[in-house]
């Protein structure tokens, strides 16, 4: 999954959770359950999730979502490995742009 958000100082959580078509509801879950999520809060109390926020939850979501970790899984497997993890989710996401677009560029053939 692609996660396509225009690029902000903060995003509210509706967006961030159509971005990665969930309810706002298992965003607020990820964190409690993540502590490297720190959404900033407003007066109201409105989450404001920063880019780093965001690259954060996207390595969540691979991880329980694509790769099919249980919530205590990826919660080791971010404290030991985050940087071996990130490294690979980063490498994983560049090539699925590149196919992405050489697909685009093949229908137009």
């Known amino acids: 999954m692609h996660i396509d958000l225009p690029e902000k100082r903060y995003y509210g959580i509706g967006e961030v959770a159509k971005a990665f078509d969930v309810n706002t509801s298992l965003i607020r879950f990820w964190e409690k359950e ?3 999520l720190k959404p ?4 109201k109390g409105n989450r404001k999730f920063t880019p780093e926020d965001i690259k954060n939850l996207e ?3 691979y991880l329980v979502k694509e790769r099919g970790f249980t919530l205590e899984g990826a919660k080791i497997h971010l404290k030991e490995n985050k940087q071996n993890t990130l490294g690979r989710f980063e490498i994983i996401r560049k090539l699925e742009t590149i196919k992405s677009e050489l697909l685009k560029i093949k229908e137009h053939l």
């Open 40 to 43: 900033k809060k407003n007066a």
């Open 34 to 36: 993540f502590d490297v």
């Open 59 to 61: 390595l969540i979501y």
